[in-house]
Nanobody, 121 residues
Framework: QLQLIESGGGLVQPGASLTLSCAAS????????VAWYRQPPGKEREFVAQ????????FYTESVRGRFTISRDSAEKTVYLQMNSLKPEDTALYFC??????????????WGQGTQVTVSS
């Protein structure tokens, strides 16, 4: 069974950069689509970015497009979220999640514990 372990969160100032990691334990990310979601305090969980298995196409929510980059390593052991030009509204608990390829987005059914990102001056 695949377990997801997020890391890399922290407290940063507006305009800073941060890279989140989602490590696979128990198996690799092979044949899986992977996404990052986030939940701001007091708000509903929202989609951030997705990277498909094959091809490794990506999709971003409009608010992060051009600032965030999702990627996966060649060994299919880690998925990253590079975040640049961070804004206070990016403050949230960030989760990674997986689903089988060719399934719709609501099929994301395996979730990590989350890593906190706080953007504040």
């Amino acid at each position: 069974q695949l377990q997801l372990i997020e890391s890399g969160g922290g407290l940063v100032q507006p305009g800073a950069s941060l890279t989140l990691s989602c490590a696979a334990s128990g198996r690799t990310f092979s044949n899986l689509d992977v996404a990052w979601y986030r939940q701001p305090p007091g708000k509903e969980r929202e989609f951030v970015a997705q990277i498909r298995y094959n091809p490794h196409s990506t999709f971003y929510t409009e608010s992060v497009r051009g600032r965030f980059t999702i990627s996966r390593d060649s060994a299919e052991k880690t998925v990253y979220l590079q975040m640049n030009s961070l804004k206070p509204e990016d403050t949230a608990l960030y989760f990674c999640a997986t689903k089988r390829k060719f399934t719709p987005s609501f099929a994301y059914d395996n979730w990590g514990q989350g890593t906190q990102v706080t953007v504040s001056s």
